[in-house]
């Protein structure tokens, strides 16, 4: 009984990590049509500020969150507006932008990569954070992956509120659905689409800084989140938000049972059902 | 002879009957004519004959043989050809290409590089674009290319033509033009179906129409029948 | 394209041709061994760009598959070792990626767009992965060594696959079936519609890509001398292809060449003279040539031919 709730409660924390790294791709590909291979690197540089700020001033990684947010966000937002747009000019075909736009990230993943390892260098990173255990019903539990959970599902929750409930996150929604007829309607596609790149860095940005508080960091981490972040919004259908909250805990929970039976086969269970995923219902579990 | 007769054909998309139930038959060498309000199934029905989807029931006989569920490759090889509503030539390739590869592919014998190349030139001239041959097919205008698109039908040697609204957005003199290009193709002993909103062409060329409406044939007959029936009226004016 | 100046390629190509075939037979005779190994490399970037391009240039698929297919051609000349002849081993590593291909392409080619790229990306991590666990829980092994094998050797094998490639290019290219896949590429549905076995064509296409591929990696392995996974499955070997292609021209058939020669000769002189900005120049020229090189090296020669010529051939480029 206590091994279940254990892989269930591993499998949350995984899955709640998940969610966030998976949300800002999401509506990357969902608004912008950008498939973001560079999505990791953002999440990379979120997590070595906090690991800057931590180490050399000894800020409070969660204080943290209120200074790589917005970096990454402005980060994001130079991104997209000198570089996607700039593609989008000259590529009016939308498959053939999809397919550019991967590439483009691509680069852009190296860039931001090698611009990392001149500042960070290429060696394992990490810091010490609330490691205690706490007991909840006589089960173990670390502290700072605790708070990790909690504060994903914090941000995916306010995130969601965001597009649902303000102006501006109606507008975003708008504009995925009917460009032309929001366009139509006054709103400014160019900036919207800046806008909703901006915030996928940043929520990448916000996930790696909640990353930096358990795990170890290295300048070439990114590819991986990227990776999985891929595969949880395949899973929860490409460009649904909710979708990917919800593949993420999925993953995450799928993830902590495979790695009780062999640790070495999570990341192959992870592939194996995202192709299968992509055979069978190519549209993901929230898929239109 | 019947060279196509329509069982039961039905199709659903989610819950939508785009096409349901629908029994019809074509005499060989003969014009039928495809009518009914935007939405009524007309496309669908063409695609489920020319084989891009499966129908959910219904039988397809082509020359007694059932096409349903067979492959739209499987499909053209046995002598049933198409266009398409939206046209769909190969834009970066030019008009010989274009149909070129109708010629090479069309019919299920290899035949050789240079009677392909003779039978397109005798379809261009055929056509009317001898002199355009060269040309970009994306870059034409949309007579132009509606004309590749049935020359390209033309060149994989159908028995069966289904014309996807060749009409819709051309000018009078082109529209007048298409009607002597079908009638001049039914000349050639090619049986033809056509979709057509553009009435004029329709009741001209047709001696044998069908209307379909929310999936379902509602009428059938000559086009003075047609023209003068009650449900059909309704129907048009109800739009 | 052009059909006028058909009648003189004819004549002038084939004699270019056997004079740089002779030149190249020549070359471990005249050159230093580091030009060797140098143009080795090369010629590895040019078979991987030119087999990508086989499939995804016409198609419009765009596969990300490629560093599998790699991977396994590698693999089969670490399993194989000195148990057969390199060239029974070159072609295993062929005809396992052929394989491979063949299956992926029957069960996926009907994904369109960004599924069937990412597929194909996830393709390479699930092999990675699989292998992974596979020697170290199964064999008992992290890696692999390869046995080595000399400089001339491997060149010339590579040559000859080059070769092949080139050859089944320039035939495919010229034949019904080529137009037939650009045709794919230009309207799938309607290529379907006048009688085209698109299926048949995409897997067969795709296959034989994956061949070339495979044949690469094995010989390739010889001079790594040690391969494991992460080494063999990088996904970097499947990006690197589409980017040589577009930095050289996908229009044309010179153009992935041309792209895959000055690309990999820049990287391989990159990597010595500055190790640690070669990431960065990478990102750069990728980032430059996707925007402002769209039609590549051999597009911004067009370009600028135009310029001083006159605008001849204003309506070819597209
Ligand atoms: N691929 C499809 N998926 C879902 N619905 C479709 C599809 N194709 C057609 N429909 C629907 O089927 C109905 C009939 O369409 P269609 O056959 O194109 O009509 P028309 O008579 O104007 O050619 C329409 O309501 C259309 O929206
Ligand atoms: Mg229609």
């Not at chain 1, 498959?95 to 290429?122: D, H, K, P, R, V």
């Not at chain 3, 094998?157 to 070769?163: E, N, S």
Request: include cysteine; proline fraction near 4%.
């Amino acid at each position: 009984m206590t091994s279940i709730i254990n892989i269930l409660v591993n499998g949350l924390i995984l899955g709640g990590i998940y969610a966030l790294t998976s949300v800002g791709l999401s509506m990357q590909y969902g608004v912008a049509r950008i498939f973001n291979i560079a999505h990791g690197e953002f999440i990379m540089v979120g997590a070595f500020i906090t690991w800057m700020l931590y180490t050399s001033f000894g800020i409070n990684p969660l204080l943290c969150l209120v200074v790589a947010g917005p970096v990454l966000f402005i980060l994001g937002f130079i991104v997209h507006r000198y570089l996607f747009k700039t593609l989008k000019d000259k590529t009016p075909v939308p498959t053939a932008f999809e397919g550019n736009s991967m590439l483009l990230a691509f680069g852009i993943l190296f860039i931001i990569q090698s611009l990392g390892i001149y500042l960070w260098g290429t060696q394992i990173k990490g810091y010490s954070f609330m490691a205690y255990s706490i007991y909840l019903g006589g089960i173990r539990f670390s502290a700072n992956r605790m708070l990790i959970l909690f504060f994903a599902v914090f941000l995916c929750v306010l995130f969601y509120l965001f597009l649902t409930r303000t102006r501006p996150g109606k507008a975003i929604r708008a504009a995925a659905q009917d460009p032309e007829a929001a366009s139509l309607m006054g709103v400014d596609i160019n900036k919207m689409l800046a806008l909703c790149f901006a915030l996928g860095a940043m929520m990448a940005g916000f996930a790696g800084v909640l990353l930096s508080m358990a795990y170890q960091l290295q300048t070439n981490m990114g590819l991986p989140y990227t990776i999985i972040a891929i595969i949880v919004v395949v899973l929860g259908g490409l460009g649904s938000i909710p979708g990917s909250m919800l593949g993420g805990f999925i993953l995450g929970i799928i993830g902590s049972i495979v790695n009780t039976i062999d640790p070495g086969l999570t990341l192959a269970a992870y592939y194996l059902l995202f192709m299968i995923l992509l055979l069978v219902r190519p549209s993901g579990i929230l898929g239109r | 002879m019947q060279i196509l007769q329509v069982e039961g054909l039905t199709k659903n998309f989610g819950g939508l009957a785009a096409v349901s139930e629908v029994d019809f038959h074509v005499e060989e060498g003969e014009i039928l004519g495809l009518i009914g309000p935007n939405g009524a199934g007309k496309t669908t029905t063409f695609n489920l004959i020319a084989g891009t989807y499966e129908p959910n029931s219904g039988k397809i006989l082509f020359n007694g043989e059932n096409l349903a569920g067979k492959k739209p490759n499987v499909i053209c090889q046995k002598g049933l050809a198409r266009t398409f509503q939206n046209v769909k030539v190969f834009p970066d390739m030019d008009v010989f290409q274009n149909v070129l590869l109708g010629a090479f592919f069309g019919t299920p014998e290899k035949k050789s590089r240079s009677q392909a190349k003779s039978e397109v030139e005798e379809i261009l001239d055929f056509i009317g674009l001898s002199d355009r041959t060269d040309m970009v097919a994306g870059s034409m205008t949309l007579v132009n290319q509606k004309r590749v698109e049935v020359a390209r039908a033309l060149a994989t040697k159908p028995k069966l033509l289904l014309l996807d609204e060749l009409m819709a957005g051309l000018n009078p003199t082109e529209v007048g033009e298409s009607m002597e290009l079908v009638k001049r193709i039914q000349k050639k002993g090619i049986t033809v179906i056509m979709i057509e909103h553009v009435m004029k062409a329709i009741m001209n060329i047709c001696k044998r129409i069908i209307v379909l409406h929310h999936g379902q044939k509602i009428a059938e007959g000559t086009p003075e029948e047609i023209s003068t029936s009650k449900t059909v009226i309704e129907v048009y004016l109800g739009e | 394209m052009n059909w006028k100046t058909i009648k003189y390629n004819r004549y002038l190509y084939p004699a270019l041709y056997i004079l740089i075939i002779v030149l190249f037979i020549a070359i471990p005779y005249i050159t230093a061994p580091y030009t060797i190994i140098l143009l080795s490399s090369i010629f590895m970037y040019i078979s991987l760009t030119l087999s990508w391009t086989l499939f995804s240039g016409p198609t419009g698929y765009t596969s990300l598959a490629t560093a599998a297919f790699f991977g396994l051609g590698l693999y089969m000349a670490g399993i194989l070792g000195d148990s057969v002849p390199l060239i029974v081993a070159v072609i295993c590593g062929g005809l396992i990626s052929f394989i491979l291909a063949f299956i992926i392409g029957a069960i996926t080619l009907r994904l369109r767009g960004i599924y069937f790229t990412i597929f194909t990306f996830g393709l390479v991590e699930l092999i990675k992965h699989l292998m992974l666990w596979w020697e170290i829980n199964i064999v008992g092994v992290r890696g692999r060594f390869v046995p080595r094998a000399d400089n001339a050797t491997v060149f010339y094998i590579l040559l000859a696959i080059l070769a092949a490639l080139l050859l089944t290019t320039y035939f495919l290219k010229s034949s019904r079936y080529g137009m037939a896949l650009s045709s794919i590429g230009s309207n799938e549905e309607a290529a379907i519609h006048i009688g085209i076995n698109v299926v048949n064509l995409k897997i067969i296409t795709f296959a034989s890509s994956a061949f070339f591929i495979g044949l690469t990696g094995t010989i390739m392995a010889t001079r790594w001398s040690y391969i494991d996974p992460y080494i063999a499955f990088d996904p970097f070997y499947s990006f690197l292809p589409p980017l040589m292609a577009i930095f050289g021209g996908l229009g044309n058939l010179f153009g992935p060449l041309l792209g895959a020669a000055v690309f990999s000769y820049l990287q391989e002189t990159l990597i010595t003279r500055f190790p640690y900005s070669y990431m960065l120049i990478f990102g750069l020229i990728m980032v430059i040539t996707i925007l402002y090189l769209p039609n590549g090296l051999i597009g911004l020669y067009q370009t600028i031919r135009q310029r001083f010529i006159g605008g001849k051939h204003a309506d070819t480029s597209s």
